[in-house]
């Protein structure tokens, strides 16, 4: 699948969520209603899969 056409659907699944769910609801509440909604949309997803930053050649 093209660059372009991963956003699209990643874009258009987080406006679905916001569409759906409005504002007010805590960070978590939207993380999971993404997850779900990008899960339907057939892509693979890791929640607050760890990742290793460096600044400075060190780990922050």
Excluded: W
């Excluded at 759906?20 to 890791?46: C, D, M, P, S, T």
């Amino acid at each position: 699948m093209e660059d372009a056409s991963l956003t699209f659907k990643t874009i258009s699944c987080a406006f679905t969520v916001h569409n759906a769910l409005g504002h007010g609801f805590l960070e978590k509440v939207y993380e999971n209603a993404l997850r779900i909604e990008l899960e339907n949309a057939g892509f693979h997803v890791q929640p607050q899969a760890p990742i290793s930053v460096t600044y400075a050649g060190k780990v922050v």
